[in-house]
């Protein structure tokens, strides 16, 4: 990805990707919702949306079914159309319950192609069970990122390589 990407790995795979926003905390923002999304797909609640769907649904279908139920902000039209896809009624995914899961994840990484130029970047990280970082370093508020990554206990390397592209 070319300018302001932000991945987010886990487990030797990357499951969250931000890029080409004008700023870079609206990356790590967009590849944390991505992840967040990710984790989610393996909550008990849509895990168990997979013995309810009626016969012959499309593996695509499902897929996109299960992504829409976590995100839950469906228009009353399209919640009739989705309500169809199963064969029983579904109970909803609330936000206390995804919070909840979410809470416990650990271990996430995340990669930046470019420096991080403002702590708020490294305080929505936080919310996504990000322990390390790896970024190029060489802005001037190094010293604030690194503290800020200290105080939410997230290893932090500097690459010394940016990979920005423009």
Known sequence: AQSNSVAYAY????????????SRVDCVKLAGRKTDIWFLRSHPKVLSLHSKFVPKTKRQ???NACIRYI????????KSHWNTLFTSPIEPLTSEEK?????????VSVASDAFFPFRDNIDHCSKHGVSCIIQPG?????AKI???CNEYNMVMAFSNK?????
């Open 71 to 78: 995100e839950g902000d469906f228009t009353p039209l399209e």
């Open 11 to 22: 487990d030797g795979q990357l499951v969250g990707l931000g890029a080409g926003q004008q």
């Open 61 to 63: 279908t499902k897929v």
């Open 146 to 148: 690194i503290e800020a």
């Open 162 to 166: 940016r990979v920005f592209t423009h």
């Open 138 to 142: 060489g802005s001037i508020a190094d």
């Open 99 to 107: 919070q909840e899961f979410l809470s416990k994840i650990t271990g």
